[in-house]
């Protein structure tokens, strides 16, 4: 992550963007053989999550099947123990996989952008007091302190656990973002728009944003990924909210009801795989992300 | 047979986004055993690319595509990678430009040397037996290249550029190798060092023996230094002839042109010239000569007939007219009348008169106060200067790095205070504005910057650039602006304006981004401009252009322009008066041919020796 060329490539994008129809920093990612497969992958993930209702062939809270069977025509992956199909949940589970990656990434993107850009551009006295809180944000263990906020709000649901993971994890990004402007803040062009009179919003919005924004991007990737565990471990831990159907709370429920002991390989072992598919997509993706930041990875 | 064979060379650019691009054309050219052989030409002509290809260093997207390169007989281009590195550093090193950010920022020089020497345990250094003394052999090659031994237990970050760039000039004589490869090694640094290092590389090539070929755009440097200049223009090499004949009787128009930029700023009348337009597009196929667009003297063959590279008078020149002539020189004598006077440059030696000065500065002083450890440090940046700046005139500030001339200018753009003293533009303080009255002062204050490739912003227009002060400082709406950022442009010369409008900065060559920044400096109609080295970064041959453009614009604008210069003949070129800084105390100031012309200061005369004088080693 040292010495990328953020500035390099939004140039390299619009270049390519105009070879072709398509976007150009889609073209550069497309190329890749890796980033491929992961974009198709992650193409397939969306598209089961979004027709869930179609794919899925019971309901994910339906419980009026035989309760822990093993896979079986009617039941693909069998049943839980409480008589629901783990098929199903596993197909409804991805929605939640990915709105906790798309929505968290996002909140601790806004939030690491608005830190980072703040306290890098502003210096001073600005720049120690946000510095303190990212590096508060930094040292704290992010796991207990993740179990304590789940386990004690008064609150439970999708949305708790979103916070949760966004408060825990913005630190990173923001100061990775920090060091970035830090280096483009003191470039003859930012001179330049202070002496043509732009505002301090403007040049931090027109003038140093677009040249961040494979870094932007490179921290949304990362932290949805994260955040995608985060959930998954949390569930897991019996801390996520019982109401929602994700792949953690199914590990959780399957290791209480026994699947190991019942012989119901299926329902353990599928919501972990498709877990590890998930985050295997992201890590593709993120090759090719590279190599959008990166230049000299793109003559592949 | 020579050390270095290079036979018919392509080297292609075949980058997935765009056309194949043929850098390095059908090359050929040798260097023999301590030779020092200078390869000149502007940005983009391919030179630096046939240099990585003689290495074999070529990365993707560019890759040989023809030809042979052999050193000392063994063909390179066909060694596998393994062979090659007992080959590298032990026969042919070589110093980038960049050389001095090559060095390990984590290690000690002594180990920088350590390593070197212990990758090639067969080669020089260890030939006596394994009982090498690393310490002192490094400390012998620091003081050849004028480094204290003390520096070996230096790390990189503790020294100057030159210094660096000399560690690296010393590591790559570290095993004595046959052939040094330097490619523009000394640019970037102040001239003064630069200056001294190559002196320095001279005298150790006449010492130790050791072939050199020395890449550069910077053509008085090489030709002082070289024994044989080769030219290079559009991925081909258009003249090769020893250095004393390319002074004086070099046969190609585009060396010519070259040599036009060198005046030395003592004389009575100055005068540079410089090439028109640009070097074509290899990426379309070529017909006739590469240089014809640009020549002076084409004729109607030039343009469909592709001229060989033949031998002329004591070396060879790629021209159709030098060709077919019976006396060759009579060709340049012919470019040099038809070149028409928007190519030339001239000042003479005529003072201006006097105006209200716009800008005062009154006893201006300014101390930083560092805490470092327990004693704070106490710097004075600036001691006691005044001067004022009138309008329709030029004022050049020459001083060595550290001189304080940047202090000045922030000083006088109101990014920093005087700790005493006043500043006072017309009416204004400008050392006690405040913030809003800054902005507003910003407005009659603007800068034109070194570096043309880091003034603009990689991601925006040109329109966008240049709409920025139209909209702040004057209130335009969208549309005005676009109008009048389309009249800007044309009035730095670039024409038609709506082709460059919608432009990003990637898509143009560095003197027409210094262009556009000029264009947005003169946008919110300033009546003071800075403007801090603003041709440093360009090539030799448009320098003149962009200073001719600068004269012109402050004088019909009437304009009052400081211009912060190490470089004499520019400030001869464009200046009414210099001001010469050492240390923050101003040592020298007057009209400027008065100055130059009887340079008092030390320094002043350092800088002025520094001045590449082509012919001037042979002569002498």
Redesign the interface.
């Known amino acids: 992550m040292t010495s990328i060329d953020t500035e390099g490539v939004r140039v390299t994008a619009l270049a390519a963007g105009r070879v072709s129809r398509l976007p150009g920093w889609f073209v550069i990612l497309w190329r890749n053989r890796k980033c491929r497969i992961g974009l198709v992958m992650l193409a397939a993930f969306v598209a089961v999550a979004v027709l869930a209702p179609v794919v899925a062939p019971y309901g994910p809270r339906v419980d009026e099947f035989a309760a822990s069977t093993g896979p079986s025509g009617a039941h693909w992956l069998g049943t839980t123990a409480r008589g629901e199909d783990v098929f199903s949940q596993l197909v409804y589970g991805a929605r939640t996989s990915l709105v906790v990656g798309l929505v968290a990434g996002l909140l601790t993107t806004v939030i690491a952008v608005a830190v980072g850009l703040t306290a890098g551009y502003l210096q001073g006295v600005v720049d120690e007091v946000l510095s303190f809180f990212i590096n508060l944000g930094l040292v704290i263990p992010v796991l207990p302190l993740m179990i304590v906020l789940a386990g004690y709000a008064p609150v439970k649901g999708l949305g708790l656990i979103i916070i949760v993971i966004t408060v825990t994890g913005w630190a990173f990004g923001a100061r990775i973002k920090r060091a970035q402007i830090i280096t483009l803040r003191t470039r003859d062009y930012i001179t330049a728009a202070k002496f043509a009179g732009d505002s301090t919003a403007r040049i931090i919005a027109f003038e140093i944003v677009p040249n961040m924004i494979s870094l932007i991007v490179v921290g949304f990737m990362g932290s949805a990924l994260g955040a995608i565990g985060a959930e998954a471990g949390l569930a897991f831990l019996g801390l996520g909210d019982p109401q929602t159907t994700s792949w953690g709370t199914m590990l959780n429920q399957a290791s209480l009801g026994g699947a190991l002991t019942t012989g119901q390989w299926a329902w353990l072992v599928a919501p972990g795989l498709v877990l590890a598919l998930l985050i295997t997509s992201f890590t593709l993706i993120n090759f090719g992300i590279d190599a959008l930041s990166n230049p000299h990875l793109r003559e592949d | 047979m020579a050390l270095l064979e290079v036979r018919d060379l392509s080297v292609t650019y075949s980058?997935?986004?765009?056309a194949a691009v043929r850098a390095v054309d059908r090359v050929s050219f040798d260097v023999h055993e301590g030779e020092f052989v200078g390869l000149l030409g502007e940005s983009g002509c391919g030179k630096s690319t046939l240099g990585t290809a003689v290495l074999r260093l070529l990365?993707?997207?560019a890759a040989i595509t023809g030809g042979s390169i052999r050193f000392d007989g063994r063909n390179v281009t066909t060694t596998p990678e393994d062979e090659l590195r007992s080959l590298r550093w032990v026969d042919l090193s070589t110093v980038f430009q960049s050389s001095m950010n090559s060095l390990n920022p984590v290690i000690t020089v002594r180990h920088q040397f350590a390593d070197t020497f212990e990758a090639h345990p067969d080669a020089f250094g260890n030939k006596q037996g394994k009982g090498l003394d690393i310490g002192a052999r490094a400390g012998e090659l620091l003081e050849l290249v004028a480094l204290d031994r003390s520096v070996l237990r230096r790390y990189p970050h503790e020294l100057s550029g030159g210094m660096k760039q000399r560690v690296a000039l010393a590591l790559a004589l570290a095993l004595e190798p046959r052939l040094v490869l330097l490619d523009e090694p000394t640019t970037g640094l102040d001239v003064v060092v630069q200056r001294d290092i190559l002196d320095r590389l001279r005298e150790l090539q006449a010492r130790l023996g050791f072939a050199v070929l020395f890449i550069s755009h910077d053509l008085g440097t090489v030709m002082e230094l070289a024994d044989r200049v080769m030219v290079m223009y559009a991925g081909e090499i258009v003249e090769d002839q020893p250095a004393a004949e390319m002074v004086t009787r070099h046969l190609h128009p585009y060396s010519a042109g070259l040599l036009g930029s060198y005046a030395d700023p003592r004389d009575e009348v100055v005068k540079v010239e410089f090439i028109p337009g640009r070097p074509p597009d290899l990426s379309q196929p070529q017909q006739g000569c590469r240089f014809e667009p640009r020549c002076p003297v084409a004729v109607d063959t030039c343009r469909t007939v592709h001229p060989e590279l033949l031998p002329a008078h004591l070396g060879e020149v790629r021209c159709l007219l030098v060709e077919q002539a019976t006396d060759p020189r009579a060709v340049l004598d012919k470019a040099a009348a038809l070149r028409s006077r928007d190519q030339v440059f001239a000042a003479g030696a005529e003072a201006r008169i006097a105006a209200e000065p716009v800008l005062v500065m009154d006893g201006v002083r300014k101390v930083y106060k560092t805490r470092r450890g327990l004693s704070p440090t106490v710097t004075t940046a600036v001691d006691g200067v005044s001067f004022a700046l009138r309008p329709g005139q030029v004022t050049a500030l020459v001083g060595q790095s550290g001189s304080g001339k940047t202090t000045i200018a922030r000083l006088l753009?109101g990014v920093e205070r005087p700790t005493s003293g006043t500043i006072r533009f017309k009416d204004t303080a400008v050392d006690q504005l405040g913030r809003r009255a800054l902005?507003k002062y910003?407005?009659h204050?603007?800068?034109v910057?070194?570096?043309p490739f880091?003034?603009?912003?990689?991601?925006?227009t040109v329109a966008y650039?240049l709409s920025?002060?139209l909209r702040?400082?004057l209130g335009m709406n969208a549309a005005q602006a676009r109008t009048r950022a389309a009249e800007l442009l044309e009035t730095v010369g670039l024409s038609p304006a709506e082709q460059y409008l919608d432009k990003?900065p990637?898509q143009l060559s560095g003197g027409q981004r210094q262009r556009v920044?000029i264009a947005?400096?003169l946008?919110?109609e300033p009546e003071l401009l800075v403007a801090d080295e603003p041709i440093s970064m360009l090539d030799v041959s448009i320098r003149a252009e962009i200073v001719a453009l600068l004269d012109k614009l402050v004088r019909d604008r009437g304009i009052a322009m400081l211009y912060i210069t190490h470089d004499l003949l520019s400030a001869r070129l464009l200046a009414d008066e210099v001001m010469v800084l050492n240390h923050g105390v101003m040592v020298e100031r007057g009209p400027t041919l008065e100055v130059i012309g009887q340079a008092k200061d030390p320094y002043t005369r350092t800088l002025l020796a520094a001045i590449p004088r082509p012919g001037a080693r042979q002569l002498t």
């Open positions: 980058p997935r986004d765009s990365d993707r997207p753009t902005r910003r407005r204050v603007q800068l910057f070194q570096d880091s003034a603009l912003n990689p991601t925006r650039a920025r002060p702040n400082h990003l990637h920044v947005r400096a946008a919110p």
